[in-house]
């Protein structure tokens, strides 16, 4: 395991490169570091203060420890792992699955995969896949593990009421060695349950929201069950921390990353943040990116509560499918995004071209390359073609796709989106806008106290 | 099989619903009647011209009894089909697959998918994935279809020569019976090499581009390969391009939907266009329709000449999933945004919710629906909660996923961009910014004439 700091190459966004209409100066960049000191204070008091919870996550390793062992005991026998999660509740561990076992894991015969088992994400109520998948899994050798942390979630605990029904009727009383809970320590219908049923469960600190949950057992305990080195994870995170302790912008890269994005959407006019991997494994990596951003940042009122409807699009591509898709659009579209890549530097397997025809022909050039080089190479040309076109473009350097790097990937983000809270002056561990959305489900539902909803709607 | 139109319902983009500052009056609307009259002028005359393609790919039914028949044969014997492809050569069939099989088709045993083969889509080159997925096939049981209308896309002909190089030393001769290609019907390499092989082959039209070839072989074969209804998905076309053969904007549905988002676009500061699927089999159409937007409408320049760099972003999203991540950008973020619900009304499957505990709890309420009522419901909360905030709302309504239906949907899109390209006045079938990109790859994979674009780049 290539155990090195991830980089964060910024050239692409000065005026140097891309020109001043569209490009920053270092001054301009350097110009919000009081602004930037004055949240970083903020933000260290509400940590204080115990506001804020995602930064002591990294430090939980005994926490972690426990996790894998338990991990290690629950899956003899088990063939088949079922996450009932959403938002927050699974895009963690997708993230974590996809990254370090790819995102073939779970079309993988049991030998590639190590004898750890097929871990599926069930996320949406869609009755026609949820069907289907219960049809695939054999309760006898299926875990189920359901994460919520209100415990409430309605989505997550229809399914859960279905897989409950199921595992009692199949299972019996063995039903409690298929079945895990992870949520509020205390509060809610999920924690009552386990608590009654006395299931296998962990805690999600009161004071972590499920979008900055991947390093509590939300993402952690999903991870283990397959085999993910949680603890090299945290320790991932905690480098991230330690190079991000101080909210000097010529250090802290994650406060950096994130006055360039403030300043690109408030001030310039380009509101749409692409996140584009060149790794297919790196994909779900950007839906976690995608909800910590939006949810975190699309805010209606600021602290002092100012109407502002503020909020930048996260938008999620890949490399190098997405130069057949979306960036005729990212070069020739309005000048409205801010690109960042995310490069991965030594791949975990390559593939040689061989060139199988005995004369020369038009495809010769790619024979004596492997995939790997084409795949740079490409990378490159299109981060050039963007600059050329005086797209502001930003580049991750990823050493290797491993727990180390991704734990300093969320962590990153997660710092950078804090920041970017304290400079657009909302709360960015909040989402009020959804409140009405769920009241209204309540009422269609015929839940009791919320049937005036239904009126509303007519 | 349900047979019926799909509706198009825009009340939620009315000024009577969403208010003046965001919402539209039908006037407004209809006062687009001349350009759009105008528009469809001009592209009845580049059909008949046969400047545009896509617009007769509804009637070629011999065709498709063809590539049936065909598909029918190959599949003797075979597991897995690899298609190589990328872009337009992949998100048209991975929609087929996704929309009629679900998302859940690889991942099926044998007996669920009634014995057709598992299909995957190499679209990527990320060397990580395409090791582990070559590890996965046997070639002995594997079909490999190579789908490039240029015939030396980089990244498909650097895994078709992997793969051909592996049958041929696996296979020998019987190679040709393990690869077809589907390519222009004159030029290229790929056409060369089925020729010299005498391999299987199909054509893509010359005049009909990647992003609008989902209704040829391209499209077609794949699907027709895991059982799909080819005849029937293009009758469903058919149906579409009747209902909207005049111009007329009270019965074109397609006209009217590009009226509704360039107005949204150009004249109300709305360029994010979201396709939010209430279906789990319907991502994969929204990632095709995101090709569709991006690479017909982002544009620099117009038919004149004239700098423009128009071109909305299109996002894709999924309900419920996203409003777990999303809705609360869309709801308090900026009026950005116009939203478009894909809802379907008769699903293939669903389950009920039981209640297995005997006493009453905060989850009583969800029990005696089925995942299917609750999944409806949230769609029709969550359009009211947007809707309340003023945010513009369009709802498609799909009568079912089928062929039928899916084939009106692909029509309707095809139909509506091209109305978008005359309303925004650019080519809506070329792609020239990603020229760049190409040669500079060229100019770094060392091939011959291209060597003055690595100077360029230092």
């Known amino acids: 395991m ?21 490009g920053l100066s270092r001054d301009e960049i350097i110009s919000y570091q009081s602004r930037v000191n004055a949240g970083h204070q903020r933000l260290v008091g509400e940590r204080k203060r115990g506001g804020i919870g995602f930064f002591e996550l990294p430090y939980r390793e005994a926490e ?47 030998k590639m995969r190590e004898g750890t088992p097929h871990l599926f994400f069930a996320e949406n109520i869609d009755p026609e896949t949820i069907s289907r998948l219960l049809e695939m899994l054999p309760m006898e050798k299926t875990l189920v593990v359901v994460i919520s942390k209100s415990g409430g979630t309605a989505e997550t605990m229809s399914q859960f009421l279905i897989l409950y029904e199921r595992l009692k009727r199949e299972l019996g009383r063995e039903l409690s060695r298929h079945l895990v809970a992870i949520t509020d320590p205390e509060k809610g219908a999920l924690r009552e349950i386990a608590r009654a049923d006395s299931l296998i469960s962990f805690d999600i600190p009161g004071n972590v929201g499920g979008r900055f949950s ?138 040689e071209i061989p060139n199988p025809f005995s004369s020369d022909n038009s495809l010769s050039y790619l024979a004596n390359h492997s995939l790997g080089q084409l795949f740079g190479f490409e990378q490159r040309a299109t981060a050039h073609a963007l600059v050329e076109n005086h797209r502001p473009v930003l580049t991750v350097g990823v050493p290797e796709i491993n727990e180390y790097t991704l734990g300093q990937l969320f962590y990153f983000y997660e710092l950078q989106v804090a920041m970017m809270g304290e400079l657009y002056g909302i709360d960015a561990f909040n989402q009020p806008g959804v409140e009405r959305g769920k009241v209204l489900t309540y009422g269609l539902m015929g839940r009791k106290g919320y049937e005036k909803y239904v009126k509303e709607m007519e």
Chains 1, 2 share one sequence.
């Not at 991830?6 to 569209?22: A, C, M, Q």
């Not at 005991?73 to 996809?98: F, H, M, W, Y």
């Not at 990254?99 to 079309?107: C, Q, W």
């Not at 000048?335 to 530097?345: P, S, Y």
């Open 214 to 351: 991947v390093l509590t057992p939300v993402g952690l305990f999903p991870a283990a069950l397959i085999g993910i080195d949680i603890e090299t994870l945290l320790e991932g995170a905690r480098a991230m921390a330690g190079r991000c302790d101080l909210p000097d912008l010529k250090s802290n890269i994650a406060y950096l990353n994130g006055v360039i994005h403030y300043h690109y959407d408030m001030k310039r006019g380009k509101p749409l943040f692409v996140l584009m991997p060149y790794a297919d494994s790196l994909l779900s990596l950007a839906d976690w990116c995608r909800q910590l951003y939006a949810e975190s940042l699309g805010k209606r009122f600021d602290r002092e509560g100012r109407e502002v409807f503020c909020g930048p699009t996260p938008i999620r591509a890949l490399g190098t499918t997405d130069q057949h898709s979306q960036l005729q659009l990212y070069i020739e579209g309005p000048f409205d995004k801010v690109i960042t890549f995310l490069r991965v530097e030594a791949l975990r397997g390559d593939a």
């Open 64 to 110: 972690a420890r426990e996790i894998k062992e338990k991990a290690q005991e629950i899956r003899q026998g088990i063939e088949n792992c079922l996450v009932l999660g959403i938002g927050g509740s699974s895009l963690g561990g997708k993230a974590l699955r996809d990254a370090i076992k790819t995102p073939l894991y779970n079309l993988m015969p049991r």
């Open 2 to 22: 290539i155990k090195r700091g991830i980089t964060y190459d910024y050239h692409g966004v000065l005026s140097d490169f891309i020109g001043k209409e569209h």
